[in-house]
């Protein structure tokens, strides 16, 4: 029954945003009939270029043609390269997926330490310099941090390229080497999100009678904080990381620029640029998919957390 | 009121714990402090039940919570078995805490939510490597039958049954004592009964050493064999619970009693009612602290504090005019 809803709530969410996308791009001024042909072309031949393309019917109709072949998992051909999209996708899909898995995986696995270290001395210095660090983070803008990290480790230190993509398939040592400074650039914005977040909700939960009891049960600090604290606390963080994907996959059009990485977020911004209108379309329902999915998933995962929302 | 002193405090060897001078202060924002508790002595013998009463704010929740040191007193002795409690820390203090066991007013809030009643009961003796697993039986002994309610959640219980398994988790670590903090007020009065019938029977069966804490006098006559009353941090009167409740020598216990609907004791109004709220913990009265409150007060309870002084077996008051006819003012000392 959830997962019913949940289906129509994706094909509502795919229509919607897939449709504003088509027509916000065919809004822009240029087409992709003068990226192919360039400025000197002729009115004849851009005109026969456009019929050939399909280019000349209404925007409704060849948004609907789109849409009829989508459903048989059909993403169109690119204007420009005259490649599948869907193959296209296909072979760029596991850059960024790999970029944001890595990025989650930085973020929290420095944020729930560092949120349990602040919530246990709440006030103290420990607390207030990571407070700040937060901060410090938060209002770094990630091309920033991003060329920043490139300086350090790239060019100063040398041990981690600047630039370039190594296939997970190829070899694994340079795949990841290849993906820690795109992956802490991305996940540092999260990771100063998460560790607030839980910092708060931990000192809450802290104060629960349950906790007190637990304390006067003679549990050790280490067992309260991880068996009996940290899941009830966890609930705004899990909220965070799936409302959050969508400010993420963002992200990733800006890393995968910076650090010249053959993902999705690259695709779309070429693509933008030369009015390759499907190529983007197929990019922009990659996303609208995971986002959605993302977000069942971090229903699913609060059940697991709090039993009491299974009744909801 | 707003006794001190420890004149009534008996042998040591005697008793099981044995407060002293016990203050718990907070702090109350721009550098000053809430004293909480100010300077409260009592003891409790083995298989005792002391009753603290007072109402909302006169630190009996702080002096339980400091007796657990959850959090310490900022102050004061507390002795268990003539172990010194306020002097433990860190893993001495988490190896002394198994023998003394809580119980809160909030029986949902006091519960994780995420457990179910096996684990909530049963963490306690595995984390201290208890032997024989004794789950079963504790459910039973609380009033809950174990196949169908270990294996549920907190939130499927009623407050009266979240209350039980409270009980449950306290008792299965075979405490020296069990600190109930107003663990009926949020109760039906219905489910109070039940709740306090079963104390009383837990207490037979288990020789339970019980401090009972409510703001309610007629909660605590019953279960408790001696009552301490306390006002804005600290003690009124101590006496055991049938004499406290036939021969109230404070005005404030007297002004208890009467607030108690078919209380049986008939005092003339003009005697025992008082009005308005406590005064600020942070800024008490001087002198004797009920007496802003108080339908007896003269001068000499605005100047001196009174002591605590014995007025019949085993009564102790701190009132320099008490209720009593046949007790006289103590004597003023010559200054």
């Known amino acids: ?312 | 009121m707003a006794g001190s002193g420890k004149s009534h405090l008996r042998p040591r060897d005697e008793v099981l714990l044995r407060v002293e001078d016990l203050v718990v202060e907070f702090p109350a924002g721009r550098g000053r402090t809430v004293r909480a508790v100010s300077g409260v002595s009592f003891d409790l013998a083995r298989g005792e039940t002391l009753g603290i009463v007072g109402e909302s704010g006169c630190g009996k929740s702080s002096a339980a919570r400091a007796l657990v040191q959850l959090p310490p007193p900022r102050s004061g002795s507390v002795r268990l078995d003539g172990q010194e409690l306020t002097a433990l820390r860190g893993e001495a203090l988490r190896r002394t805490r198994r023998q003394l066991q809580m119980i809160f007013q909030d029986p949902i809030s006091s519960l994780n939510p995420r457990r179910r009643v096996r684990e909530i009961v049963g963490e306690g003796p595995r984390v201290w490597n208890l032997p024989g697993d004794r789950v079963d039986e504790v459910l039973e002994a609380v009033g809950l039958d174990p196949a169908t309610a270990a294996v549920r959640r907190p939130h499927e219980f009623s407050g009266g049954q979240c209350q039980r398994i409270s009980i449950a988790r306290a008792l299965i670590l075979d405490p020296e004592v069990v600190i109930c903090d107003e663990p009926v007020s949020a109760l039906d009065v219905s489910v109070q009964a039940q709740i306090l019938g079963l104390l009383e029977d837990l207490k037979a069966r288990y020789r339970l050493t019980l401090v009972f804490i409510a703001h309610d006098l007629a909660v605590v006559k019953n279960v408790s064999d001696r009552i301490m009353v306390m006002y804005l941090g600290k003690v009124c009167e101590l006496a055991p619970s049938a004499d406290l409740i036939s021969r109230p020598a404070h005005p404030y216990t007297r002004a208890l009693i009467a607030s108690i609907p078919d209380g049986g004791l008939d005092l003339p109004p003009s005697d025992t009612l008082i009005s308005g709220e406590p005064p600020s913990p942070v800024d008490p009265p001087s002198g004797c602290r009920f007496r802003t409150r108080c339908p007896r007060a003269r001068e000499r309870c605005a100047a001196e504090e009174p002591q605590i002084r014995q007025v019949g077996a085993d009564h102790w008051l701190a009132c320099h005019y008490p209720a009593l006819p046949d007790v006289e003012p103590p004597v003023q000392p010559a200054i």
């Not at chain 1, 246990?120 to 920043?148: E, I, K």
């Not at chain 1, 400074?181 to 977040?197: D, K, N």
């Not at chain 1, 197929?282 to 998919?289: A, D, F, N």
Request: proline share 4%; with cysteine; glycine share 8%.
């Open chain 1, 1 to 312: 029954m959830i997962i019913l809803h949940r289906l129509v709530r994706l094909v509502v969410v795919l229509l919607v945003v897939t449709f504003l996308s088509y027509a916000l791009l065919n809004l822009l001024p240029g087409d992709p009939v003068t990226q192919i042909l360039g400025m000197s072309a002729t009115e004849e031949s851009r005109e026969q270029l456009r019929r050939e393309l399909g280019l000349d019917q209404p925007l409704f109709v060849r948004y609907l043609d789109w849409l009829g072949g989508l459903l048989t998992g059909d993403f169109g051909e690119s204007y420009i390269t005259r490649m599948s999209v869907g193959a296209e996708l296909a072979e760029r899909l596991p850059v960024t997926l790999e970029l944001l898995i890595a990025a989650e995986i930085v973020a929290l696995g420095l944020a729930v330490p560092l949120g349990v270290a602040a919530a246990r001395r709440a006030g103290r210095a420990l607390d207030q310099a990571l407070t700040a660090l937060s901060f410090a983070l938060l209002s770094t803008p990630v091309f920033v941090l991003g060329v920043l990290l490139i300086l350090i480790f790239a060019v100063t230190w040398n041990v981690l390229p600047a630039t370039g993509w190594t296939s997970l398939s190829v070899d694994l040592g340079w795949n990841l080497t290849s993906v820690i400074l795109p992956a802490i650039t991305l996940g540092c914005g999260q990771l100063a999100v998460y560790a607030r977040l839980l910092r708060t909700d931990l000192i809450a939960t802290l104060q629960e009678d349950y906790i007190i009891l637990a304390r006067a049960r003679g549990l050790s600090p280490r067992r309260i904080m991880w068996r009996h604290a940290l899941r009830p606390s966890a609930i705004s963080l899990i909220t965070a990381i799936g409302l959050n994907m969508g400010a993420l996959i963002g992200g990733t059009v800006i890393i995968e620029t910076l650090f010249g990485l053959p993902g999705i977020g690259r695709l779309i911004v070429d693509s933008i640029f030369s009015r390759d209108y499907l190529t983007v379309q197929g990019g922009v329902v990659l996303i609208s998919v995971g986002y959605v999915l993302v977000n069942f998933a971090v229903d699913v995962v609060y059940a697991a957390v709090d039993p009491r929302i299974r009744r909801a």
